[in-house]
């Protein structure tokens, strides 16, 4: 099983941390966001991995290198603008699809700036069993964008703020409003039908793809830790959450 992280981005809510360095590379007790993704996938079994890069791109290349790549094969894909998920995903597709003998193995997607226990054994499990064509760990808390979510945990749409008006895209007797977690598990013919081009967001793709009756499934995630790393407070509450052993590195 392959695995991408994504790790591109700017950081800008996270300043002053990525003044002088990428999201990738800010730490947390100690060990950098990279690092302890990394080390999560591994530990998961996964020892082929891609990473997205932009800001500050050859300090990742760099670290990655001093830390003789963790004992795994990751390779980078540089991005000369941000592409964003759906666009950095699609640019990365090559190494998803360059063994014909893993055409058919799903694989991991990954945000550098979360933190979780998320059991991604039973996430897998999940996927595989439902036959999805993605999969993603959604949890009920509050947050400013939300995927909605049937009785069958199939995605039907989204909606901006709890007061909004929902986009919906397959019809439903009930919906349940969830905040996504960052954390994907993506079947490779999803590759194959990504039409959008460019710098786009994964989540439209979902939505379009939802619409067009695949399965995209929420992975029911509650029970787990998750800590969402945009900013300086989440970053130093992890620390402490780590010292308060909630949470282990």
């Not at 993603?136 to 939300?146: C, I, M």
């Not at 460019?198 to 619409?211: D, E, K, Q, T, W």
């Amino acid at each position: 099983m392959k695995a991408m992280i994504l790790a591109a981005g700017l950081g800008t809510r996270l300043r002053p941390l990525t003044d002088d360095r990428p999201k990738a590379l800010v730490e947390v007790a100690g060990h950098t966001l990279l690092e302890i993704t990394l080390r999560r996938l591994r530990d998961f079994g996964i020892r082929e991995m891609i990473v997205n890069v932009h800001h500050f791109a050859d300090m990742v290349v760099d670290y990655l290198k001093q830390n003789d790549n963790f004992g795994m094969r990751i390779e980078i894909s540089r991005e000369e603008i941000l592409l964003d998920t759906g666009g950095g995903l699609k640019q990365a597709a090559w190494f998803f699809l360059e063994d014909s003998g893993d055409a058919r193995e799903p694989f991991l997607l990954h945000n550098v700036d979360v933190l979780s226990t998320i059991d991604l054994q039973r996430m897998l499990q999940f996927h595989r069993e439902n036959q999805a064509l993605a999969t993603l760990a959604v949890q009920a808390r509050e947050t400013s964008r939300y995927l909605l979510f049937d009785e069958q945990n199939q995605l039907c749409g989204r909606r901006a703020g709890r007061d909004q008006p929902a986009e919906i895209v397959r019809s439903s007797r009930e919906t349940r409003a969830l905040a996504f977690s960052g954390v994907h598990v993506i079947s490779p013919r999803l590759l194959t039908l990504m039409k959008e081009d460019g710098v786009f967001s994964i989540i439209p793709s979902y939505m379009r793809l939802a619409g067009q009756g695949e399965k995209i499934l929420g992975f029911p995630a509650d029970e787990y830790y998750w800590r969402d790393l945009g900013r300086p407070e989440n970053v130093a509450q992890a620390a402490r959450d780590v010292e308060q052993k909630l949470l282990q590195l």
